[in-house]
């Protein structure tokens, strides 16, 4: 007999500069001709091709039982048509596995991107609805040499929902 997984809420925060910040930057419109700063995204891309694409992404709902991180470079991602979106996030670390009560999820609106840490584990994009388009800036072959996943289900026996 297979044991009953276990479900756990991650309520979702409005995203902020500042309780975003252990995970990576977040984003907004500037003026044009607005000098070089530190609100502007700080991208780690020099180990590879970069690579920004579009990625449609489609019945996603909210639950997930995996989360990935890049070692090798920042990710920047964002929606199209200003939608709303979610990502679970817990802080880069050395370990094989983010803890558990480290991940934090996150309800981001439509007029900001988001770069991920160096390292930072992630879950996600998440949305309700039908499909959402996301711009994507990674390496070119993020998703084949630097994707590192683990699997809470398999190891925990635990999936995770954002509400």
């Not at 500069?17 to 700063?37: L, M, R």
């Not at 502007?40 to 909210?62: C, H, K, S």
């Amino acid at each position: 007999m297979s044991e009953t997984k276990l479900l756990k809420q991650l309520p979702a925060q409005l995203i902020s500069p500042e309780n975003f910040q252990p995970y990576g930057q977040v984003i907004y419109a500037s003026s044009d001709g607005k000098h070089y700063d530190s609100t502007d995204a700080q991208l780690v891309l020099n180990n590879g091709i970069p690579r920004f694409y579009i990625m449609r992404l489609t019945e996603r709902g909210r639950k997930f039982h995996k989360i990935t991180r890049h070692v090798k470079c920042t990710q920047c991602l964002g929606s199209l048509e200003g939608k709303e979106w979610l990502m679970a996030v817990a802080p880069p670390s050395e370990a094989p596995a983010p803890k558990l009560e480290e991940i934090s999820a996150f309800r981001i609106p439509g007029n900001c991107f988001i770069k991920l840490e160096v390292g930072t584990w992630h879950a996600g994009p998440y949305f309700d609805g039908e499909f959402v388009d996301f711009y994507n800036l990674e390496l070119s072959d993020t998703n084949i040499i630097d994707h590192d996943t683990y699997n809470i289900l398999q190891n925990q026996n635990l999936e995770l929902e954002i509400v």
